[in-house]
């Protein structure tokens, strides 16, 4: 019996990034529909969009009026909800939006655990359909625990400083690199995909690596 060979994606984004959630599952359904001879090693890499965003954090649709204008954001909302609603996301623009370096931390601890995956399902799931702040630091520790870490562990490292430094150098690093938005898609090492692009752009990847396996 042959052995799949293995594909790393690794996925340049920001927990609060609409397109980052949307292109997530959009890679998801690629992956679903790969060729039997591949295997998936999925792996978040962190961004900030706004390094400099309140830890604290401030009402979501201020900051985005503050940023975009009302009137953009009038009509950007409906269209993101039905962008969301094809992908099974719903939503929600209530709730506040904070800087997401913790949060970021927490998935590199995740990361360190094998739970990286459902860590970053419940960031995206909190943050944008639950109207959770992943700013704060108690919320960050339940949603660990709800995935799979243990809350004590989970505790002690958000409250320190471990992985700061290491955040703060890969989300520089990206910059420097030329990643200048998200999400930001490296496949197997070779094969880059910028933005929430549809699963057939992906699955078009998968199969040229396929064909070589």
Known sequence: MSVARKVVIEITSDNVCPWCYIGKKRLDKAIARAPSNLSFDVRFRPFQLDPTASPY???KLEA????????????????????????GIKFDYGGLIANTLDSHR??????????????????FAAYFENQQNIGDRETLIEIAAKAGLDADAARAYIESDAGEREVREEVAGARQ????????FRIDGLYEISGAQDPAVFEE?????????
């Open 205 to 213: 990847v998968f199969a040229k690596i396929a064909e070589s396996a």
């Open 177 to 184: 690199r030329g990643i200048s938005g998200v999400p930001f």
């Open 64 to 87: 985005y009026e503050r940023k975009f204008g009302a009137d953009r954001v009038e009509k950007m909302i409906p269209h993101m909800k039905a962008v969301g609603e094809a992908e």
């Open 106 to 123: 927490l998935l590199a601890f995740a990361a360190s655990q094998n739970k990286q995956l459902p860590v970053s399902a419940a960031l």
């Open 57 to 59: 954090g401030v009402p």
